[in-house]
């Protein structure tokens, strides 16, 4: 143990005593654990969009639409008559009406926006963003008032606009913004607006159905995977849990989008800089300290300290490549905040120790692949002129 | 010498070598026996091509001769494992190259130093021991410098000074004034003269520089991979040339 940390002393100072391949081992590492972690971190958030449809409504345990729905963008209206079918179900507590639909808003000053309108049940409110609950519920109980989801503001009015006491028009209906929430982030970075559910129905062109969602909360001890499957199977409609549901709305992008192939690119991108740099620099370094090698081994080196003191410098420059990869992307999320386009970006734990692992084995890989040559190398060749 | 030390650090018995080229074998030591003297300095020369550095390489078992016998300090260097073999060069054998071999980015107390770091030694007790070793090779206001920073003559006594810290009994040597100046060449042999005379010490130095053979308490003339002469006289060899 004493012999191996002695030789990985000798190992880090072979290898910082030659700058240009430390640095570039540790910025090319570090560049392409940015690149992973950062794109990694964007692809995440980007399904999360997905699902914070879902996500936003923290009260409904169990989501029930058109057995055709795959998302919640995309609801297929039903009859009124389903929301009492719902209520009669056994184990539901309570049932409400959603109503989700995408509208154009026109304001005062003439600007033209597409937006999500969203109705939220008029007595429990269910549906609304939790964030200044009590407000939000007092501004919409007036006749056409809605809340604005704050965030997006900026993309009907200048940004810094404060769109309380405007009056917008949907489908020539007059409507006053009372109130704002703050909403997650969706998938289609339209602006989100709230409303009871009778008011936002009768702002909407006439439909013979108009019931997007039935959002359920079951009674105290019932499981909401049995009960959505209850539900299912007395109505016929399809019914899922908050995070079934919100899972779909991620498959649903996955699926649907070219996303996952774009930013697997990117991800792909990075494995391989980090390859190449790492296997060609660690090459590189070992092919030019051959005689060294040569000299140590015939000196009396073992070929497990030789691979002991090559791993040492390969997970040295991995270890602090890796931190100023993570840290640069953690800083990239955190001024990102401000951009409404990141909005809710995080570096997962998952990606923080997934990169990790990943950076880990390429290094180690590149190492291992590197010294074989040493590891075979006749000691005598040191002689050799 | 104690007094049940056999008279020979290394003898090597009837070695032969072969190396494969392409579809042929090449057969460069036919039939080698030679032994290395205690408290000697033993010098094995001849033209290049001759074989010497194949025997040095051979006798410090960092080569396998393809048959005959190597035998170091009474252990038959075939028999041993190849982790063995290592550990057996680090504790018994000195090396000095013709190109010293140091590393670049250690200090001169610090590549002196390897070998005992290597063997466990800690960090600061290995470098004291080397630094002390320095310090009698007249190197001792240079130990905390990087090779870059020594001339040639410096850097192949800091390698000396690598080769005797684990106090080893055999010291080989690969043509060590080849790349030194005549001054540097003679203080460089001054040590190794110093060295070998240790009762307890041999040194076997492969070289072809005639400027060097006045160092020699023997000498083994090899040609064509054979001994054809042991125990040549300086004034042989000044005839010679």
């Not at chain 1, 980090?274 to 070929?303: C, D, R, Y």
């Not at chain 2, 007249?138 to 090779?147: D, E, F, I, Q, S």
Request: with cysteine.
């Amino acid at each position: 143990m004493k012999s191996m940390l002695g030789m990985v002393g000798i190992a880090l100072k072979m290898l910082m005593g030659d700058p240009v391949k430390y640095f570039g081992l540790v910025f090319g590492i570090g560049f392409s654990t940015l690149l992973m972690s950062q794109q990694m971190s964007i692809f995440v958030g980007l399904l999360t969009w997905g699902a914070n449809p879902v996500l936003d409504v923290r009260q409904a345990q169990v989501w029930v639409m058109d057995p055709r729905v795959k998302q919640a963008d995309q609801g297929e209206p039903m009859s009124d008559q389903e929301l009492y079918r719902v209520r009669s179900v056994e184990g539901v507590a309570w049932a409400v009406p959603y109503f989700r639909t995408a509208a154009t808003l026109r304001t005062m000053q003439g600007n033209i926006v597409a937006i999500t309108l969203i109705g939220v049940d008029n007595q429990s409110m269910v549906g609304l963003p939790d964030d200044n609950l009590a407000s939000s519920v007092s501004a919409i109980r007036g006749r056409n008032a809605a809340i604005l989801d704050k965030n997006t503001a900026h993309l009907i009015w200048d940004a810094g606009h404060d769109p309380i006491g405007e009056v917008v028009e949907i489908n020539d209906n007059r409507i006053a913004i009372r109130g704002v929430a703050t909403s997650l982030t969706n998938f289609t970075g339209f602006p989100t607006i709230y409303m009871k559910y009778t008011d936002a129905i009768s702002v909407t062109p006439p439909q013979r159905n108009k019931l997007s969602f039935v959002l359920v909360g079951g009674e105290p001890g019932t499981d909401p995977e049995v009960l959505a499957k209850r539900i299912s199977e007395v109505t016929g409609l399809k019914a899922l849990t908050r995070e079934q549901f919100a899972r779909d709305g991620t498959t649903f992008i996955i699926e649907n989008t070219g996303i996952p192939i774009s930013f697997g690119a990117a991800i792909g991108l990075g494995v391989l800089v980090a390859i190449i740099i790492s296997a060609l620099t660690l090459a590189m370094f070992i092919a030019e300290n051959q005689k060294n090698f040569g000299a140590l081994k015939a000196i009396g080196v073992t070929n497990q300290q030789i691979l002991v003191m090559v791993l040492s410098q390969a997970l040295l420059v991995g270890f602090i490549g890796y931190g100023l990869g993570i840290g640069g992307t953690a800083a990239f999320l955190h001024f990102g905040q401000a951009d409404p386009s990141l909005r809710g970006f995080k570096s997962l734990g998952e990606i923080v120790g997934g990169v990790g692992v990943l950076v880990a084995v390429i290094v180690v890989g590149s190492a291992v692949m590197s010294v074989q040559k040493v590891l075979r190398m006749d000691p005598a060749i040191v002689f050799r002129g | 010498m104690a007094q049940n030390q056999p008279n020979f650090v290394a003898t090597i018995d009837r070695i032969t070598k072969e190396f494969p080229s392409g579809s042929d074998v090449i057969k460069v030591l036919h039939g080698v026996s030679l032994s290395i003297d205690y408290g000697k300095l033993t010098m094995l020369i001849g033209p290049s091509g001759c074989g010497k550095t194949t025997v040095l390489s051979i006798l410090t078992g960092t080569l396998s001769a393809t048959s005959g016998l190597v035998s170091v300090l009474g252990e038959r260097l075939d028999k041993l494992t190849n982790n063995d073999l290592v550990r057996f060069r680090r504790r018994n054998i000195g090396f000095i190259f013709q190109q010293y071999n140091l590393i670049q980015t250690l200090s001169a107390s610090e590549n002196a130093a390897i070998a005992l770091i290597a063997d466990g030694v800690p960090w600061e007790d290995a470098t004291a021991k080397s630094s002390r070793l320095l310090d009698q090779l007249g190197l001792g206001p240079h130990k905390n410098k990087m090779p870059r920073q020594l001339s040639g003559g410096q850097q192949q006594r800091v390698a000396i000074a690598r080769a005797l810290a684990n106090d080893p009994a055999l010291v080989v040597c690969d043509e060590p004034t080849a790349a030194l100046d005549a001054h540097s060449g003679q203080a460089v042999m001054e040590l190794l003269d110093t060295a070998s005379h240790d009762p307890t010490r041999a040194v076997l130095v492969v070289t072809h520089d005639d400027r060097i053979f006045s160092f020699a308490d023997r000498i083994i003339k090899m040609e064509d991979g054979r001994v054809i002469d042991d125990g040549l006289h300086l004034s042989t060899l000044r005839e010679a040339h």
